[in-house]
Every structure is written in C-alpha cells, then in structure tokens.
C-alpha cells in the first residue's frame, strides 16, 4: 500500500497501480472541478497510476494551469470529434488568440459552415454524455507521432526535448491525442465553447 498526506493532511492508504480521480472527485471546499493533482510537488494527472505515496494537493479549474489544461481537452475533443465525422479531414494549430485558438483546415476539401457547426453540436453531445477521455503512457517515438497526426506543433517541440521514455498520451473516440499536458478525464469538463467558422478553418472559442 502506498500512503498519501491530502490536502487538509488526513492520511490515506492507497494500492500501488490506483489513481487519484476518485479522491479528487471527493474533495470538500473546492471552488471549480480539480483537472490535476501535485504529488510532492510534481505534476500528475489524476488518471495516472500510482507508483510512490507523497504528499498531494489538488489544481482547480480556475487557476492558469487548470484553464491550460481546459484547452488542451477542449481541442482532443475537437480534433477527435471532426476526425470521426469526416475522416482525413486535416487541421493545423496556428495561433492563440486570447481565450481562443486558430486552428487552420489543410484539408485537399475543406470543411464549410455547416460542417462545422455539425462539428460543435457534436462536440456538446459528447460533453452531456460524459464521454471519456483515456488515459496511458506510450513511448517518446509514438507520442511524437501522434503530436504531428494532431496538427499540434508545440506538442512535437517539446516531445522531443524531455528525456523521459514514455509519455502519457489520451484518446478520445478511439482516436489518441498528444499536447504535452495533463487532460480532463472526461468531455463534461469542457462545457463552454464556440466553434466559428473563419476563414480556411476556425476560431475555437472558451466562453465564459
């Protein structure tokens, strides 16, 4: 068994292999949903498996770390929902645009307005479900991969200068998603978007 010291400094006993997602749905006097957890300190997303006890604390969604990790699982689920509803569509994430992101289409048949608002009510389906998004570690070589699959540059970059083996890597839809950060452990996390159609591709939008 490993032991935790949480929060409010309870102790308790956990199984090597376990996670913290059930503990973090528990927790009391929180003021936004907690989307990760530190342990002694270090990052970890709240679906990793447990291998050492330590010291936890809880990041809410309210914090810059917490709206970073909103925008990663936000776009998994863009990206996975438009892969599934028209395969061999081809997008690329240019900028960041205060609380949105341009993410261009390099489809050879771009997607119109009516695609794409296909895509966004898709999307909210998938939120009202709760539908999951998996977590589990790969090699450093296949998350690369997936990062360039993804669109998702920053994510290559920075693949390619940790030092670590594996890296956690999540899949939604069956479709597996890289961006270099933790991510939410389900779609209802991220309620509040705007999909909108700009130019050769959109402005994915966080409402307030």
Known sequence: MLQFTLPDNSELLLPSGSNLLTIAKLALNVESPIVEATLDG????LQAPLTKGGKVEFIEMNTEEGMRIYLRTLLCVLISTTEKLYPGT???VRSTLGSALYIADKSTQPLNYRDW???E???RSYVNAKEPIRFRYV???EAIEIACK???EDGVA???LVEDKE???YTFLGRDCYMFGSMCPNASYVPLFEVIPYGNGIVLRLDS
């Open 117 to 119: 608002k296909k895509v």
């Open 42 to 45: 270090m990052p970890i997303d």
């Open 121 to 123: 009510t898709t999307m």
């Open 90 to 92: 081809k997008l690329e």
């Open 158 to 160: 920075m693949a390619k």
């Open 150 to 152: 993804n669109g998702i």
């Open 139 to 141: 090699n450093k070589e």
């Open 167 to 169: 890296l956690p890597v």
